[in-house]
């Protein structure tokens, strides 16, 4: 497997797995409130989080997204400041990388 397949590959379960979790927490946030007024103000404050946290997800797959998109042109693992190569060991760790070391 080439280089660029095992990070497409990467990227693509990446991305599955949070299309999963963000289809998880959208089922979460559509089931019907409780009729018992305290259990509603759980289930608000519950609601306030999973929609941050679905906030969250929805920019990790827009990143994700585009990562796959830098690849697809040739520029995945090239900084969008400076242009030089983005550190393997950066790009291990996040693999949505955008930008080298020196212009974080």
């Known amino acids: 497997m080439t280089k660029d397949a095992e990070v497409r590959s990467r990227l693509a379960a990446l991305l599955a797995d949070l299309e999963l979790r963000g289809g998880r927490i959208e089922a979460q946030l559509t089931e019907p409130v409780s009729a018992d007024s305290e259990e509603q103000a759980i289930e608000m404050e519950d609601d306030e ?43 291990e760790s996040i693999p949505t990388a955008t930008l080298c070391a020196d212009c974080m």
């Open 49 to 91: 989080s999973l929609a941050a946290e679905d906030e969250l997800i929805m920019q990790e797959m827009a990143a994700t997204r585009a990562a796959l998109g830098r690849l697809d042109q040739g520029q995945y693992g090239k900084c969008l400041s400076c242009g030089e190569p983005i550190s393997a060991a950066r790009l």
